[in-house]
């Protein structure tokens, strides 16, 4: 059965077919030599990203930040964080990848500001009720004296979702929530000087010539009137992953602010984007975010989060091309990125690990890297043959695994601290790339600093290491990429092969598709000419946890 056409001509509203690569700018490549990555140094990468073949870059934060939580805790939206270099690097990195046809989306972060946000330490030194405090979610607390949080929410990053703070003259006051970090607090999206503060940022970086946004916690911003006690089902991810009403999350309220920030978009010219990270537990109410007058992109993550068993890839696959489908959007797919265990450590996990866990070395259940690896090329295969747009995160296109054995003393994870070291966190997918083999921080830059520690293994997935091999995951990505864009894969529609087994199996035009996900080697068309393999293989016989693109003699 033929799946719904993606309607984009080539050329035009490019971000529904595009491959974006992600770059966590800490990590990606630091010029300065101080351990953490910068502008600079993404600028004189650029060409290794021009030759990997994406068409555009998102970048993490890199605005000014007390860097509590990465550079999510913004403190200055209209400046760069001096650890990142300036505005005028910036904007030469703009200028440098729009030169070579690569554009350029930036993270927006309006849920929480930092606490060192100007308004928020007005908000501090302001009196309860003032138009200070109004920004943020300040509220009295319960109890005699109001000693016990307003209500009984619980933090992404572990323990409660509200902060006491003590008023100007010295006794103990009301409660502000934050739904991250208490260095996070939340701002309040009811009040319409909140909503012109940030059509005001929009408008500083489209300003610069951006060409769209990822949205932080699109899903977080509006929270249920009267703000209601809410007690996690069984099974609830911290994200938003409940199967009831959860009063923080997905609340329609947010659909109005998409609606301003896509007019606002539009006064611009070209096709500037919205991306929208939204954790939402169905297909259907992700698809919300992308309705024609709202976002243009939302990450597909009941697909991120889909584990290796072909029914259920084959099951989120139409799933997810019926429901965009049927909003007119496309699907935006997405396997790795630095809040999950990178896939190609994932796909191999053997015990549950719930998003934000991380790996750590006590974790159970950890991953074999050989079948990872082959899983995760395997996935990614699948991934990029089909219609939508594609984010990639850095690294994955060297193979990277997840880093399991940071010593504690290293982590930098608020979800590290907050849990008392009960989940690991996320540094594990965060660590800088490695370029070189041989080169101090494998090239990361050229003082061996490192903000995490680099895992001795990584030098044989350094860049310069794989540039030289032919059967390398860099050599699969660039052959993927190149294959899909001229054959026009992130347009147009699919066509399953119903085989009845455990593969993922479909056509696009006159390119096929095998994953073989079962125990056992399948065999292939005789007829089959091999386009890409995600393994080298001999034989009539796809390997398990290999897939492949193929036409027909
Ligand atoms: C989602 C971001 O991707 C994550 O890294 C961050 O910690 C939270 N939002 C809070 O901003």
Request: hydrophobic fraction near 35%; include cysteine.
């Amino acid at each position: 059965m033929a799946q719904l056409e993606q309607f984009a001509a080539p050329g035009t509203q490019w971000w529904r077919s595009a491959v974006i690569y992600q770059i966590y700018p800490r990590s990606f490549a630091d010029a300065s030599g101080d351990g953490i990555g910068d502008l600079a140094g993404i600028t004189g990468r650029l060409d290794d990203l021009k030759e990997l073949g994406v068409d555009a870059i998102w970048l993490s934060p890199f605005m000014t930040s007390p860097q509590k939580d990465a550079g999510y805790d913004v403190a200055d939206y209209r400046d760069v964080d001096p650890l990142f270099g300036t505005l005028a690097d910036f904007d030469a990195m703009l200028e440098q990848a729009h030169a070579r046809g690569i554009r350029v989306i930036v993270d927006l972060v309006p849920n929480h500001s930092s606490d060192q946000h100007a308004w928020f330490q007005e908000a501090l030194k302001a009196a309860p009720g003032s138009p200070e405090r109004a920004r943020y979610i300040f509220r009295d607390g319960r109890g005699e004296n109001g000693e016990l949080p307003p209500n009984n929410w619980e933090s992404v990053f572990g323990g409660g979702m509200w902060e006491r703070v003590t008023e100007a003259d010295g006794t103990p006051g009301q409660w502000y929530l934050h739904i991250f970090d208490p260095t996070q607090p939340d701002f309040d999206w009811t009040n319409e000087e909140v909503r012109e503060e940030f059509r005001s940022i929009l408008r500083f970086w489209l300003d610069r010539g951006v060409d769209g946004f990822r949205v932080d916690v699109a899903h977080g911003m509006i929270k249920a009137d009267g703000l209601p006690d809410y007690s996690p089902g069984d099974g609830a991810d911290s994200m938003g992953g409940d199967q009831t009403e959860v009063p923080y999350w997905g609340q329609d309220g947010v659909h109005d602010i998409y609606r301003d920030w896509n007019r606002v978009l539009a006064e611009y010219d070209g096709d500037r984007a919205l991306c929208g990270e939204a954790w939402l537990p169905t297909l259907e109410r992700t698809a919300l975010w992308v309705r024609p007058d709202e976002m243009h992109q939302t990450f597909n993550f009941p697909y991120l989060t889909t584990e290796w068993d072909a029914a259920a890839l084959r099951a989120v696959i139409r799933d997810s091309l019926d429901a965009f489908g049927a909003v007119g959007a496309p699907s935006t797919w997405v396997l790795s990125n630095h809040d999950v265990v990178r896939h190609a450590s994932r796909l191999a996990l053997t015990a549950e690990n719930p998003q934000g866990e991380g790996i750590g070395p006590n974790s159970p259940g950890k991953p074999d890297p050989v079948i990872g690896l082959s899983r995760g090329r395997a996935a990614t295969t699948i991934m990029l043959a089909l219609p939508g747009s594609a984010y990639l995160y850095q690294g994955e296109e060297l193979g990277l695994p997840e880093a399991m054995e940071i010593p504690d003393e290293f982590r930098q994870d608020p979800t590290w601290f907050r849990t008392d070291g009960k989940r690991y966190g996320r540094d594990g997918c965060r660590v800088p790339i490695p370029w070189q083999a041989d080169a101090p921080a494998y090239g990361f830059n050229d003082t061996g600093a490192s903000w995490l520690p680099q895992p001795e293994e990584w030098a044989e997935f350094a860049r310069d290491v794989e540039e030289n091999d032919p059967t390398s995951t860099l050599a699969l990505y660039k052959q993927l990429l190149r294959e899909r864009r001229e054959r026009q894969l992130g347009l147009g529609s699919l066509v399953w092969h119903d085989r009845g087994d455990d593969t993922v199996a479909f056509r696009r035009g006159d390119l096929h598709v095998l994953a073989n996900l079962s125990d056992a080697p399948i065999d292939i068309d005789p007829q089959a000419r091999i386009v890409i393999a995600s393994e080298p293989f001999e034989g009539s016989q796809l390997p398990v946890d290999t897939a492949i693109w193929y036409t027909l003699n």
